[in-house]
């Protein structure tokens, strides 16, 4: 790569002249467009936040993406960082003054549709002598032949202090239950300053178990049945230092894991730490060791891309833990004309405990197609018809889903519905498991009548 360092009072009017100078850089050949048509190339750059003076580099990515276009390029106007930021590009990327034109990257390769997409890796750092708060920016064009340039801008801004960044970001495929897992836990101060003392806070779904540490408390949120675990970790946590915990945390895959799991963690400075966690009550644990992160190898010289979160994650996937969920049918007695009430639905009866806490949806759900004769004449909460006059031959039918993310083993969700006998009867409804994460373990139950007469 090569160094950009930027005189202070460039006129930004140079941005103009790159793209007359990219003409001559060498580009991955585009699919052929239509003939008359130029195709298309567009840039897109995010806002950037980097340490002051002794902090790594922070490493950028612009997405060039083009399809049809003949030499795609995109030029940088660097003006905009003068007294703020440094800038270092890759080697084919062509640099004069405060201008730097980059082609479509080498590896880049065009996708089954035509579209070429590559990334423009930038390592930024602050200048000398740039403060806490100081803001810049870097123009871009998207460019090609024939093609109108396109200009946009991202901030660059300059932060004090120590930033602790997460470097956990695994997905391995789902233990089987009663295995152990290493949850590792791994940061690197990306700020300027060293970090004194962290705070790491974790959370593990239902089903993982940690180990137990000195230095840490841990309590379950009572929405989505996970334990969560708040660590007191001392310690000089120095500028580019890579840090983990050695072997990671030992988690247990209990019977009620099941699906997706995770382990989230977040790291932060102990003095600047956020509220702990709300409706959690937290209690420390009679444990023989401490958690504690080692550093580890020498001090990075730039973070790479992505690295920039204090957030991390382990994904386990498809954990294939054993459970069964019912299905609650009902009987009722009355005479044409009544209106009678059932109360139909679904129970957990574990071990493994349904939960939607990863994707967001819903844990559990039913539906219920009322006996024949019978007209349904309220609308339960949760609840919504489908099939009906509209589908000629179909019975309407209900699909209710339970309200939350987990259901619990030992959890009952019913709903009631008031039903008219209209009349003839005999023919009995329905009450059926809609199977998640996959159909359970006793599939024999996931029916059950419902009846009236």
Do not use: H
């Given at each position: 790569?090569?160094?950009?360092?930027?005189?202070?009072?460039?006129?930004?009017?140079?941005?103009?002249?790159?793209?007359?100078?990219?003409?001559?850089?060498?580009?991955?050949?585009?699919?052929?467009?239509?003939?008359?048509?130029?195709?298309?190339?567009?840039?897109?750059?995010?806002e950037t936040t980097i340490g002051t003076a002794g902090a790594p580099g922070r490493t950028a990515e612009l997405n060039l993406s083009s399809t049809g276009a003949t030499?795609?390029?995109?030029?940088?106007?660097?003006?905009?960082?003068?007294?703020?930021?440094?800038?270092?590009?890759?080697?084919?990327?062509?640099?004069?003054?405060?201008?730097?034109?980059?082609?479509?990257?080498?590896?880049?390769?065009?996708?089954?549709?035509?579209?070429?997409?590559?990334?423009?890796?930038?390592?930024?750092?602050?200048?000398?002598?740039?403060?806490?708060?100081?803001?810049?920016?870097?123009?871009?064009?998207?460019?090609?032949?024939?093609?109108?340039?396109?200009?946009?801008?991202?901030?660059?801004?300059?932060?004090?202090?120590?930033?602790?960044?997460?470097?956990?970001?695994?997905?391995?495929?789902?233990?089987?239950?009663?295995?152990?897992?290493?949850?590792?836990?791994?940061?690197?101060?990306?700020?300027?300053?060293?970090?004194?003392?962290?705070?790491?806070?974790?959370?593990?779904?239902?089903?993982?178990?940690?180990?137990?540490?000195?230095?840490?408390?841990?309590?379950?949120?009572?929405?989505?049945?996970?334990?969560?675990?708040?660590?007191?970790?001392?310690?000089?946590?120095?500028?580019?230092?890579?840090?983990?915990?050695?072997?990671?945390?030992?988690?247990?895959?209990?019977?009620?894991?099941?699906?997706?799991?995770?382990?989230?963690?977040?790291?932060?400075?102990?003095?600047?730490?956020?509220?702990?966690?709300?409706?959690?009550?937290?209690?420390?644990?009679?444990?023989?060791?401490?958690?504690?992160?080692?550093?580890?190898?020498?001090?990075?010289?730039?973070?790479?891309?992505?690295?920039?979160?204090?957030?991390?994650?382990?994904?386990?996937r498809d954990i294939r833990g054993a459970f069964d969920v019912v299905s609650l049918g009902a009987a009722a007695t009355g005479a044409v004309g009544d209106t009678v009430?059932?109360?139909?639905?679904?129970?957990?009866?574990?071990?493994?405990?349904?939960?939607?806490?990863?994707?967001?949806?819903?844990?559990?759900?039913?539906?219920?197609?009322p006996p024949a004769g019978t007209t349904v004449t309220n609308r339960p909460a949760g609840c919504s018809p489908s099939g009906g006059e509209e589908e000629e031959g179909?019975?309407?039918?209900?699909?209710?889903?339970?309200?939350?993310?987990?259901?619990?083993?030992?959890?009952?969700?019913?709903?009631?519905?008031?039903?008219?006998?209209?009349?003839?009867?005999?023919?009995?409804?329905?009450?059926?498991?809609?199977?998640?994460?996959?159909?359970?373990?006793?599939?024999?139950?996931?029916?059950?009548?419902?009846?009236?007469?």
């Open positions: 790569m090569g160094s950009v360092r930027l005189p202070r009072g460039w006129a930004a009017r140079l941005g103009a002249v790159a793209l007359v100078a990219a003409t001559a850089v060498a580009t991955v050949a585009a699919p052929a467009a239509a003939e008359g048509d130029p195709g298309w190339v567009n840039a897109w750059l995010g030499n795609p390029r995109v030029s940088f106007d660097l003006t905009g960082l003068a007294g703020v930021a440094t800038v270092t590009f890759p080697s084919w990327c062509v640099t004069s003054a405060t201008l730097v034109t980059c082609p479509m990257p080498p590896a880049a390769t065009p996708d089954e549709w035509g579209t070429v997409e590559g990334k423009v890796p930038m390592v930024l750092r602050a200048a000398p002598g740039a403060a806490d708060g100081a803001t810049g920016t870097i123009g871009y064009t998207a460019a090609a032949d024939q093609v109108e340039p396109e200009t946009e801008q991202a901030a660059v801004t300059v932060a004090a202090g120590p930033a602790p960044i997460n470097l956990v970001d695994a997905y391995v495929p789902g233990p089987a239950v009663g295995d152990t897992v290493n949850v590792p836990v791994a940061v690197v101060n990306g700020g300027g300053q060293a970090a004194e003392d962290l705070r790491l806070t974790l959370r593990f779904s239902v089903g993982l178990v940690p180990a137990s540490y000195r230095n840490c408390r841990y309590g379950t949120d009572p929405m989505l049945l996970t334990t969560v675990m708040v660590c007191t970790v001392r310690g000089s946590f120095a500028p580019g230092q890579r840090y983990k915990l050695r072997g990671g945390i030992p988690t247990t895959v209990t019977p009620a894991a099941l699906g997706n799991k995770r382990a989230t963690q977040f790291v932060e400075p102990l003095a600047t730490a956020g509220p702990l966690p709300a409706g959690v009550t937290l209690t420390g644990r009679e444990a023989d060791r401490r958690l504690r992160l080692r550093a580890v190898g020498e001090p990075v010289d730039a973070l790479t891309a992505g690295q920039d979160s204090a957030w991390g994650q382990y994904y386990l009430r059932v109360q139909v639905g679904i129970r957990n009866d574990g071990p493994g405990v349904p939960d939607d806490s990863v994707s967001g949806g819903g844990a559990a759900s039913f539906r219920f197609v179909a019975p309407a039918s209900w699909y209710c889903a339970k309200p939350g993310l987990i259901f619990a083993a030992g959890e009952t969700f019913t709903v009631p519905f008031d039903l008219r006998i209209d009349g003839p009867v005999g023919a009995a409804g329905e009450v059926r498991v809609n199977p998640y994460p996959r159909t359970d373990d006793a599939p024999a139950n996931d029916v059950a009548a419902v009846t009236v007469g």
